[in-house]
């Protein structure tokens, strides 16, 4: 079983961009797709990105994903970021044996 | 749009068993594989169970097999999840969530229910 590994936290001032990780311990990053989920404090998850980079209707464009074969990770990039984009974030992937794998989380502050 | 509605929760004791339901509207229902994901108070998301868009192909996370099994009824767009011996361990928020597939090889949600507390305690 592999796993996904993001930071705990990350902090980044409004209007800024930031860029949250994603690595996968076994397997190529690229075998599976990678989706990320934003959950607001108190409040169900939200799919931001699914598929490594489409974004359901309703996500603004500046939410963008991306994956990397060279390190084995995802990304989420944020632009011009705003207080309510002030969330936790998950990466989540699979395999053909474990069919969700979750990351443990990223909690992003806007300050 | 989709809308997702889950009820069933509550507080049950270590060893009973609790069934939970999902509603699904907004979309065709029979065309959709649905997933259980659940959260305990704190901690981050888990994959519980997955039960493709016929009800033919069934998968559940290593932390509930044998216990716990999913379930739907097309002609009333519902999911349900059955758990039985539960365990303190088994405390979290159940969220619904829709897959974009139907037969599907691995979890890509796009919409989720706003979830339902289930509180294992004697």
């Known amino acids: 079983n592999f796993m996904l590994t993001q930071p705990l936290s990350v902090s980044e001032s409004p209007g800024k961009t930031v860029t949250l990780s994603c690595t996968r311990s076994s397997g190529s990053i690229a075998s599976n797709y990678v989706q990320w989920y934003q959950q607001r404090p108190g409040s169900a998850p939200t799919t931001v990105i699914y598929?490594?980079?489409?974004?359901p209707s309703g996500v603004p464009d500046r939410f963008s994903g991306s994956i990397d074969r060279s390190s084995n990770s995802a990304s989420l990039s944020i632009s011009g970021l705003e207080t309510e984009d002030e969330a936790d974030y998950y990466c989540?992937?699979?395999?053909?044996?474990?069919?969700?794998?979750f990351g443990g989380g990223t909690r992003l502050t806007v300050l | 749009q989709v809308h997702l509605v889950e009820s069933g929760g509550g507080v049950v004791q270590p060893g009973r068993s609790l069934r939970l339901s999902c509603a699904a509207s907004?979309?065709?229902?029979?065309?959709?594989?649905m997933h259980w994901v659940r959260q305990a108070p704190g901690k981050g998301l888990e994959w519980v169970a997955l039960?493709?868009?016929?009800?033919?192909?069934?998968y559940y996370g290593d932390s509930v097999k044998g216990r716990f099994s999913v379930s739907r009824d097309n002609s009333k767009n519902t999911v349900f999840l059955q758990m039985n011996s539960l365990r303190d361990e088994d405390t979290a928020v159940y969220y619904c969530a829709r897959d974009r597939s139907g037969m599907v090889g691995g979890l890509v949600v796009d919409s989720w229910g706003q979830g339902t507390l289930v509180t294992v305690s004697s």
């Open positions: 989540q992937s699979y395999d053909s044996t474990n069919l969700g794998v």
């Open positions: 907004g979309f065709n229902f029979k065309n959709h594989g």
């Open positions: 039960i493709w868009y016929d009800g033919s192909e069934k």
């Open positions: 598929e490594n980079n489409q974004r």
